[in-house]
């Protein structure tokens, strides 16, 4: 494609440019090990406080858990927003690299450690479900996005 913007960064996951390669990293190994969990995963979602959750994620069941990476002690110090992401998912969870120390992470979040291959939880969290009409405002949202993903892999141009 000439004169056509790239969606990808070097290990070809879509990115918008704001992610650090670290970053790029955690979120492939997530969304890999969330497919392995029979799980549907989307990046960079808009929430409806404006807020962009890194990845969220839909089981089979219909429980969505959000992911919010964090490539670095001075990633997590610097985010004050994660807190308002729980009100749109049953499950939040943090992920990161190995060489990341975990007990910067709150015990009340889910705990991922992931590199570009793959994943392990190392913490689960509790389910706080969401209410039903939340549940359905979030999974069209989920919804929405992954269209609108797609639709922008097929037409760059489309002004996405």
């Known amino acids: 494609m000439i004169g056509a ?27 890999r090990w969330l497919r392995t969990q029979g799980f549907s995963s989307i990046c960079e979602v808009t929430l409806k406080t404006g807020r962009r959750a890194d990845v969220m994620a839909l089981a089979p069941n219909g429980e969505v858990w959000i992911v919010e990476i964090k490539s670095s002690v001075a990633d997590f110090r610097a985010d004050e927003k994660w807190p308002e992401y729980t009100d749109f998912c049953d499950r939040f969870f943090f ?57 922008a892999l097929a037409d760059p141009d489309a002004g996405f």
Do not use: M, W
């Open 5 to 31: 913007r790239s969606v990808f960064a070097t290990n070809d996951a879509p990115s918008d440019g704001r992610q650090s390669g670290r970053a790029l990293e955690i979120q492939r190994g997530v969304r």
């Open 95 to 151: 992920a990161t690299l190995a060489d990341v120390p975990v007990e910067i992470f709150p015990e009340s979040a889910g705990l991922i450690i992931a590199d570009a291959y793959g994943a392990e939880a190392l913490r689960d969290c509790a389910s706080a479900p969401l209410a039903a009409a939340r549940r359905k405002a979030v999974t069209l949202l989920f919804a929405r996005a992954a269209a609108n993903a797609l639709h």
